[in-house]
């Protein structure tokens, strides 16, 4: 049976796509007799197939070396396109996260959405959401990839609009697809290009084609960037990050899936391509630069949003960030533990505030309070999640910093710095948010908050435990994935050796710091104009969103005046000049018409004469030229 199992892995992600086509009788509203729910029971019970038959693999692959599947999808001459899976603990252990953290969120959905009628639209499109996930887990094809996330960004752009009504959602579903797009474009550029100088688009093959072929420093530098471009756009990081603070008018559970998985998934496609991006010492810089940039920047944005989804989804960017300065380090292995770690905490902190959204139908942080004796479960899930991102003993976050700076990797003092920040300043904003939340005075909305019910509260509370469960697996990650950095300086004894104690003291000063800011009414618009430049300047994201109206769409809106301009005065003009002089010759010739036949007859016999004695004497050419000038 197991071999069966085995042998039938490419099945995990036919189970969602065969929940997903089974409710569409009750998603497009030809059911209506029954309610939406035995939707949403299909899903579930396809997610709970799907998930044990990974943890089984799983369980089976652990101990076994990776090994690849190919199926010989087209073959067309010389043309062989291929679709490559990958047998490995990583891929299903990806995998099992996937189907593991889309049960919870289904079943949470249950109670979230228990009032939509549309409902069964919804898990149709966690089915075909879960679907692409799961590909993307198990794929070793880099051309699948791309398919999958671009059916992976489809099905984001569709769960963002799901309320489609309201004409925010409309902007903000929009917004998120076009911008992705940026990304994408470029990457199918790499991909033509990769597959044009490589032996072919699997993953398993990119490492052995680096060491056995030489690239000049341009091209490799150009392909390796146009390759990060896609990832940049999948995991929000500078200067495409806006896509994802916008996609949280999009129903909640889905903002789960989002901020944990969805963003993983464009991080795990860059892992993959890690041998091809840090081939130039350009691109692997430009992967730390971007890092860098978005983990600082998304961190301050962070903690002056007082919707309470949108602080959450700065983080995200956040975190997602360090992933990439781990993989610009070709330390792929820290971008695996990251990825792990930050989407299990991730997706815990976004069903607690799921819960206070529910219950309170706000999500302004600055109308909430008092909660913490209302609603237990949630208070304790959105402090077990929290604490799960920030370096502190003994949860997930604490033990993956520390494996960082084991000795084991070259780190430097700015990475370590970086990472100090970040840590600061999640920590500040998520202190802030659980204090003012939770421990503040009650509010009018939150006076009579009740518990969430007993849908949304039991997949919170079992993925709060499996948080604490699975906070050593950092710790425990025996498999060494990562390449000798060519980047990375010579080790630094005193990092190494006052990292971890820094790291932690840099998580209490900002619990500290975070437990005394008071956030106010009056703050949201401060009367001091310099606080007021800082709060707008961090609230509105470094105006990044202007950048765009000031050079991208303003490029773009001038180009489209131009070309409007010469298709109405250069070609049409053109046409019309025609048109009109055409009408004009043949108001001019109506004139010469006689009605006599003859002087028709003698007129042709003139023609045809003049046009023979130009052939016989050699000056057939004379008319040829003359044709060829009009025409």
């Given at each position: 049976m197991t071999d069966f199992l085995l042998e039938n892995f490419w099945f995990i992600p036919i189970y969602s796509l065969i929940g997903a086509l089974i409710?569409?009788?009750?998603?497009?509203?030809?059911?209506?007799?029954?309610g939406p729910r035995p939707a949403a029971y299909i899903n579930i019970l396809m997610t709970i197939v799907g998930f044990i038959h990974s943890s089984i693999i799983f369980h089976l692959t652990w101990s076994r070396p990776a090994r690849q599947l190919v199926f010989h999808w087209l073959q067309v001459a010389d043309l062989d396109l291929t679709l490559s899976f990958e047998l490995s603990p990583v891929s299903f252990g990806g995998l099992e996260v996937v189907t593991g953290i889309s049960l919870l969120v289904q079943l949470y959905a249950l109670g979230y959405l228990e009032k939509d009628w549309s409902l069964a639209r919804f898990f149709a499109l966690m089915g075909f959401f879960e679907a692409a996930l799961a590909g993307i887990a198990m794929s070793d094809s880099l051309l699948l990839s791309y398919c999958l996330l671009e059916a992976l960004t489809l099905s984001t752009y569709l769960l963002v609009g799901f309320w489609y009504a309201q004409p925010l959602v409309v902007t903000a579903a929009r917004d998120a697809f076009l911008t992705k797009?940026?990304?994408?474009?470029?990457?199918?550029?790499?991909?033509?290009?990769?597959?044009n100088y490589g032996e072919g688009l699997n993953f398993s093959q990119l490492e052995t084609w680096v060491r056995g072929n030489q690239l000049a420093p341009s091209v490799a530098a150009l392909l390796g960037l146009s390759l990060i471009a896609g990832p940049i756009g999948k995991c929000a990081q500078f200067p495409l990050n806006l896509w994802l603070d916008e996609a949280m008018e999009g129903p909640n559970p889905?903002?789960?899936m989002r901020n944990s998985i969805v963003v993983s998934a464009g991080a795990y496609v860059l892992i993959k391509l890690e041998p091809?991006?840090?081939?130039?010492?350009?691109?692997?810089?430009?992967l730390i630069i971007v890092g860098a940039i978005t983990a600082i920047g998304t961190s301050l944005m962070a903690i002056a949003q007082i919707d309470i989804k949108r602080a959450l989804s700065h983080s995200t960017s956040a975190y997602m960030g360090l992933v990439f300065i781990a993989v610009g380090l070709r330390q792929v292995d820290i971008a695996f533990l990251l990825l792990f770690s930050h989407a299990i905490a991730k997706a815990l902190l976004f069903m607690s505030a799921g819960s206070v959204i529910l219950t309170t139908n706000n999500q302004n942080v600055t109308e909430m309070g008092g909660l913490w004796s209302r609603m237990p479960a949630t208070s304790l899930s959105f402090l077990v999640g929290a604490a799960g991102l920030i370096a502190l003993s003994p949860l997930g976050m604490f033990w993956t910093y520390h494996r960082w700076f084991s000795g084991a990797w070259d780190v430097d003092w700015w990475l370590l710095l970086i990472?100090?920040?970040?840590?600061?300043?999640?920590?500040?904003?998520?202190?802030?948010?659980?204090?003012?939340?939770?421990?503040?005075p009650p509010q009018v909305k939150t006076r009579r908050a009740p518990e969430v019910p007993w849908q949304m509260s039991v997949p919170m509370v079992s993925l709060m435990i499996v948080t604490l469960i699975t906070a050593f697996a950092p710790a425990q990650w025996s498999l060494w994935l990562s390449p000798n950095t060519p980047l990375a300086l010579e080790r630094p004894e005193l990092v190494i050796q006052y990292a971890t104690p820094l790291l932690i003291a840099s998580g209490a000063l900002g619990c500290i710091i975070g437990s005394t800011i008071k956030v106010r009414k009056a703050w949201s618009r401060s009367s001091n104009l310099t606080l007021r430049f800082f709060q707008d300047l961090l609230a509105y994201d470094f105006y990044i969103d202007k950048l765009y109206e000031l050079t991208v769409i303003a490029?773009?809106?001038?180009?489209?005046?131009?070309?409007?301009?010469?298709d109405r005065y250069i070609v049409d003009g053109a046409v019309n000049f025609v048109s009109l002089a055409t009408i004009f010759s043949s108001n001019a010739l109506k004139y010469n018409t006689s009605g006599q036949s003859q002087f028709y007859l003698a007129t042709i016999i003139i023609g045809v004469g003049l046009l023979l004695w130009s052939m016989i004497n050699g000056q057939?050419?004379?008319?040829?030229?003359?044709?060829?000038?009009?025409?």
């Open positions: 409710t569409l009788p009750w998603s497009l509203g030809i059911v209506r007799q029954t797009r940026v990304g994408d474009i470029v990457l199918l550029m790499g991909i033509v290009a990769l597959s889905a903002g789960i091809v991006t840090t081939l130039s010492p350009v691109s692997a810089y430009g990472i100090m920040f970040v840590n600061v300043f999640s920590a500040i904003n998520l202190t802030r948010l659980f204090r003012v939340i939770f421990l503040g490029a773009v809106s001038n180009l489209a005046k131009l070309t409007s301009w010469i057939w050419s004379l008319v040829t030229n003359y044709w060829s000038s009009i025409m």
